[in-house]
């Protein structure tokens, strides 16, 4: 436990404690009524009531179109299932400058809704509440897809033959078993919704900004660190209450439930209500998840190969090197984050697996969550202050990318290796021990074997997610060495039909390789490390 603590003591409280003492620490004192004059200021409050009221309702609009699909997935068998399974969770790996991409593409200037209806919804909430609809579809079918597979259905049966309606029996039997999982993806929704940054830094334009879009302008634009240190403190309470909750249900989850082998509750479709259902749900996923992507695919090949093309030449202004480079350099970035949060992740997740652990790890476990939630604006520009002078004078590193990306990937690796790990029979470590065989031997013959299939899952998201990070990188990734989604951004922040082609081929290219990454993790998949 000790090398992951302090990890994210080093990488992570450092940084944030560190951009939150310059903004409110002047002449050697606190300035904590800064806090109240922030939140009182006129347009700090439209932000934050911005910020809460389109989470609130991305997060009812994710539940209305995703809870019918998360039926299907659990109680439906049908031909290519485990392909859709995959398509579907796609997007919710997509790097959030990719998603604002295809829905500009799809919704903005030169669109495929200007261009058949003569409308356009970029720099709309529609677009946002959209684009967020089809970043957290996976969350809901996954989170209450992945339970609903493992209810018994005997029981609503035994329900409906002792006269209860169908609807009755599904409100009074399986919803109420059902919501804890509705609970915490809805508060998953929630929290990656109230952090949005780039799908609304996108699609949002100069009307709409969030909590996170508005510490990037005020640090960065503005240069007002007092102002973004106070953002950041109120982005960190919240965050931490809805943790807090999450934690709640998850526990309830998990001491309540009875659960079956998900392979015999599912069954072909029968009847015409069943089959319509299946039919709305295949047309719902092509439309809403498939269409924006094979837009942007479009865009892209607009004129044929000619953007990709131009991404092989250098203009000396906002690149000092060919943007098609961004692709490598996110690669090698992404490897080295991955193998920094597969290690950090797996030594906190075997130390929080141990039947000896404490309230201090189990507190730990919670802490592990902030990354996904508190600013990465703010860790990243924390990265460039706290870590600028010796003994860790990091700023002109090319470490210091990997490391920023794997702070949000190890949450992802101990979500996935902890519950596999938690479900290895302590007999079996004993008895090696009695045999005579070490801790390290123990793990690498008893642990191993068993984990090792979650290992990979958790490498493939891991890597996923370090590939498309974007709020951290965007301050430390150098103007020599972009990453892709640095690329993309810069290059939609520039006029010009060109650069617009540019950053549809490179979001495509970043497209193709979070797909691919994700295809092959679902063929590594087994049903107790497919849901997250």
């Not at 409906?160 to 998953?188: Q, Y």
């Not at 965050?239 to 001491?255: D, F, K, M, N, P």
């Not at 479709?269 to 039919?279: I, N, S, T, Y």
């Not at 938690?422 to 642990?447: F, I, K, N, Q």
Request: aromatic content about 10%.
């Amino acid at each position: 436990m000790l090398v992951p603590v302090a990890f994210f003591a080093v990488f992570f409280a450092w940084p944030v404690a560190a951009i939150v003492a310059r903004g409110l620490k002047t002449d050697g004192g606190w300035r904590f009524g800064r806090i109240a004059e922030v939140v009182g200021q006129s347009d700090i409050r439209h932000v934050l009531w911005f910020t809460t009221w389109q989470a609130l309702a991305s997060t009812a609009l994710t539940l209305l179109v995703a809870l019918p699909a998360a039926y299907v997935f659990a109680r439906l068998d049908f031909p290519g299932k485990q392909v859709l399974r995959a398509v579907v969770t796609v997007p919710f790996v997509l790097p959030t400058v990719v998603v604002g991409t295809a829905f500009l593409a799809l919704v903005g200037r030169g669109g495929l809704l200007e261009e058949w209806w003569g409308v356009r919804l970029d720099t709309t909430v529609w677009a946002i509440l959209l684009a967020h609809v089809f970043f957290n579809y996976a969350v809901v079918v996954r989170t209450v897809g992945g339970l609903w597979s493992q209810l018994d259905p005997r029981q609503e049966e035994a329900a409906r033959m002792l006269g209860v309606s169908p609807a009755a029996a599904w409100r009074k039997v399986t919803l109420p078993a059902l919501a804890p999982a509705v609970a915490a993806a809805a508060l998953m929704v929630f929290l990656f919704t109230f952090t949005s940054f780039g799908v609304v830094q996108i699609l949002g334009g100069p009307t709409f900004a969030t909590l996170e879009v508005e510490i990037y302008r005020q640090t960065s634009e503005i240069f007002d660190l007092a102002t973004a240190a106070v953002l950041t403190i109120v982005q960190f309470a919240a965050v931490g209450a809805i943790l807090a909750v999450h934690a709640w249900t998850v526990r309830r989850r998990e001491s309540a439930l009875r659960l079956v082998d998900p392979s015999v509750t599912a069954r072909r479709p029968r009847g015409a209500g069943q089959w319509a259902l299946l039919a709305g749900v295949l047309g719902t996923i092509a439309v809403l998840l498939l269409l924006p992507l094979a837009v942007l695919v479009r865009r892209s090949l607009d004129g044929g190969l000619g953007y990709y093309r131009a991404l092989g030449d250098a203009d000396g202004g906002t690149f000092l090197v060919a943007p098609i480079e961004s692709v490598v350099n996110s690669l090698e970035y992404a490897a080295a984050a991955t193998a920094v949060a597969v290690l950090i992740g797996a030594l906190a997740a075997a130390a929080l697996a141990r039947r000896d652990a404490g309230r201090l790890a189990r507190g730990f476990d919670a802490l592990l969550m902030l990354p996904l939630g508190v600013s990465a604006v703010t860790v990243g520009f924390g990265f460039l202050i706290a870590l600028d002078k010796p003994p860790l004078d990091l700023r002109q590193s090319w470490i210091l990318v990997p490391l920023a990306q794997a702070l949000v990937g190890v949450p992802f690796v101990v979500r996935t290796m902890l519950p596999v790990l938690r479900a290895v029979d302590e007999r079996l470590r004993e008895a090696a021990a009695v045999l005579g065989a070490s801790p390290w031997r123990v793990w690498r013959e008893v642990d191993l074997p068993l984990v090792r299939r979650a290992l990979l899952v958790a490498t493939g998201f891991a890597f996923a997610v370090s590939l498309g990070e974007f709020g951290a990188t965007v301050f430390i990734a150098r103007p020599d060495n972009p990453t892709l989604p640095v690329a993309v951004a810069r290059l939609l922040s520039r006029p010009g039909d060109l650069n617009y082609g540019q950053a549809m081929a490179l979001s495509t290219i970043l497209m193709v390789v979070c797909a691919v990454a994700l295809l092959v993790l679902e063929r590594l998949r087994t049903d107790r490390t497919a849901e997250f």
